[in-house]
């Protein structure tokens, strides 16, 4: 399988972030180690997880030493089990050590993205439904844990503020209905930018639909109210069910006949996978 990656400058700035906040002016506990000395480690699951982040932690131990090697065993979107190796990395030892900690933290936290996001694609497989990520992500990291949902086999939505318009309750309020707010982001955005409609009963969706929106989202909607906008729209406008998703509620939702789901914890709520990384040499 292949991801399309962030730039690589990017993920440059990640990798040159986290260590100048780590090392700061100097390694002082891998000066014990003789500068000569070489060494070879291995990162290892500790648990279940899709492999992501393999980018980020090359650029890490590169921007230590760039005589580090790594040496992939498990491919990027793979799923690794309990013990399995994912990868081999030589080098001078005291840089070893220097990067394992934020080569580490990308590493599982991006591959806990895409662990949780595949187990949300493989909860609705057989529906039509697509799994799709949002904008609650880490400060300074939504790039690369977007690119993690890809990787679990989900899609992302609008990167930011500037790639798409969500009309939310306020931006109706605030505009005077769906229809004002509507027509105003029809006339600003330009033709690249989504318009999306944030709904949140089904005459609100009404007024949507009649407005001549095309991307709908059902914020918080009960089962059978989706399956009624499901009706509703009647394949005019595609729906995206949002709110309150989980693994043990997102079977039935995707059974509604919805075309997206949306969920926030996929990156919000992210809950490190376990790895390590040991010398063996």
């Known amino acids: 399988m292949s991801f399309t990656t962030p730039p690589s400058h990017l993920i ?15 390694d002082w506990t891998a000066q014990l180690i003789e500068a000569h000395t070489t060494g070879c480690a291995t990162i290892v699951a500790r648990e279940a997880t899709v492999l992501a982040g393999r980018p980020w932690v090359d650029e890490c131990f590169r921007q230590v030493d760039a005589r580090c090697r790594v040496g992939w065993h498990v491919a990027e979107g793979e799923v690794a089990f309990a013990g399995t190796v994912l990868c081999t990395v030589e080098g001078p030892a005291r840089a070893l050590l220097t990067a394992e900690r934020t080569a580490l933290n990308f590493l599982q936290t991006l591959s806990a993205t895409a662990t949780l996001t595949r187990r949300f694609v493989d909860a609705v497989a057989g529906y039509k439904a697509q799994i799709l990520d949002t904008r609650k992500t880490l400060p300074g990291l939504r790039l ?19 790639d798409g318009v969500l009309i939310k309750e306020n931006h109706i309020l605030a505009a005077g209905g769906i229809r004002q707010a509507l027509l105003a982001a029809q006339t600003l955005a330009p033709a690249h930018v989504s318009i999306q409609v944030e709904v949140e009963s089904l005459a609100e969706l009404s007024e949507a639909l009649d407005a001549g929106a095309k991307l709908i989202l059902l914020d918080n909607m009960g089962l059978d109210d989706m399956r009624a906008a499901v009706q509703m729209a009647a394949g005019c406008a595609a729906l995206e069910a949002s709110g309150n998703v989980s693994l043990d509620t997102i079977a039935a939702i995707a059974a509604t006949g919805v075309d997206r789901i949306s969920i926030g914890k996929l990156t919000k709520d992210v809950a490190a996978v376990d790895l390590s990384m040991r010398f063996v040499g």
């Open 12 to 26: 440059a700035q990640h990798i040159a972030s986290a260590l100048a906040e780590d090392i700061g002016a100097g």
């Open 144 to 162: 690369a844990q977007k690119y993690a949902v890809t990787v679990g086999g989900g899609v992302n939505q609008r990167v930011g503020l500037y």
